[in-house]
């Protein structure tokens, strides 16, 4: 079965960090661009980070640079996304999604019709 699966969400306290692991089953990540997303309630989805399949080219929402950190181990199968400083504006769940759009393009189109996208999972930051 190709699926992705997100893992590492929780409930943290403002100021913490999690980091959110997208594994790829049934496929190999090496060749697509990788991107994560959240919505929180009410809201629209938003692009929060985004890698490409190349270079390792980044791309980051204003929101969460310096914060937040994307990165891939291709021997793994597995995105990763580094988040610290964590705020309450930072609660959404949490979604990854492969596609072969450029990095910046995947990140601009939340909405657009990526090949794969996980089930998500929650992030809570509360104090």
């Known amino acids: 079965q190709l699926q992705l699966v997100e893992s590492g969400g929780g409930l943290v306290q403002p100021g913490g960090s999690l980091r959110l692991s997208c594994a790829a089953s049934?496929?190999?990540?090496?060749?697509?661009?990788i991107g994560w997303f959240r919505q929180a309630p009410g809201k629209e989805r938003e692009g929060v980070s985004c890698?490409?399949?190349?270079?390792?080219?980044?791309y980051y929402a204003d929101s969460v640079k310096g914060r937040f950190t994307v990165s891939r181990d291709n021997a793994k199968n597995t995105v990763y996304l580094q988040m610290n400083s964590l705020k309450p504006e930072d609660t959404a769940v949490y979604y990854c999604?492969?596609?072969?759009?450029?990095?910046?393009?995947?990140?601009?189109?939340?909405?657009?019709?990526?090949?794969?996208w996980g089930k998500g999972t929650l992030v809570t930051v509360s104090s």
């Open positions: 999604a492969a596609d072969s759009l450029l990095y910046e393009a995947m990140c601009n189109n939340p909405y657009y019709g990526m090949n794969y």
């Open positions: 890698i490409s399949s190349s270079d390792g080219s980044t």
């Open positions: 049934g496929f190999t990540l090496d060749y697509y661009t």
